[in-house]
């Protein structure tokens, strides 16, 4: 995908797209600006008034809980309008176009799509046919990205751990079907991180996965060992057309992350994970609810990331602790 549709001639986020083409400069602006929206939760007033007057309108063509309600918050907190269209009973069901959908919803003044699909590539496809003024966020399409989940994941590794430079970080789970693997590799290289470990066995593996600057390893053991941040993945049953794995069981007595597993990291590993979270599967319950786990802080942060995105798409820069 091309670097220049989500930036402006002067280098600045027009739309936000995917991870691949933005140097490291960018990504570290997302965080910082983030940090600088972190506190506005906190306050009494939950709200600063950066984005008064404009729309946005999510378009959530898939399901979603974490994604969808931390933006619809995150632009509510910026003092946004935020539409929040039920795809489900919309024209879509009547045999209206994605772009037909788009056009009417121009014509209503908007400001801003957040658009999830099923289809890899549906939010650049907006990105490219809608009015100039108008900017698109990808809440994750298809397999390809996931731009947002990735930075929320980079802002909560920064909090935790201050640099990238220096750590080792394993992705363990189903990453041939992720979206949010793909585009946390992206990230964590552009940041600088020393090693990035991707932990499946091979059914679960991109062919040629030692091209996205990745270390595959295939057993627990040795992929753990040493390492700062474990980040598991669910098994992405809806992207699977065939049968990839003996059974759960099996993957979780392999790959399944559990109290035994994860000492074998640092003793001050954090534990992440983009939600849903499948208990029993790839997770114990004693790993997700235990004392090194971030999981719920990464939503949290869900927030003032996609604050920052939002206001830097729409040419408005930080905000107020
Ligand atoms: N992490 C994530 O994308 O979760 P949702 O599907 O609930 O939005």
Redesign the pocket.
Known sequence: MSRHIQLTEHGKLKHFLTIEGLDKALLTEILVTAESFAGVSEHQVKKVPLLRGKTIVNL?F?????????FELAATRLSADVLSMNIATSATSKGESLLDTIHNLEAMHVDMFVV?HAISGAAHFIAQHTAPHISVIN??DGQHA?PT?AMLDMFTIRQYKKQFEGLKIAIVGDILHSR?ARSQILALNTLGVSEVRVIAPKTLLPAHVKNMGVIPLYDMAEGLSDVDVVIMLRLQKERMNSAFLPSESEFFRCYGLTEAKLALAKSDAIVMH???INRGVEIASSVADGPQSVILQ??SN?IAVRMAIMTMTLGHQGGTS
């Open positions: 959530f898939e399901n979603s809980t974490r994604t969808r309600t931390t999830r809440a994750g996931h989940q949010v983009p939600g849903p990464q939503v869900g």
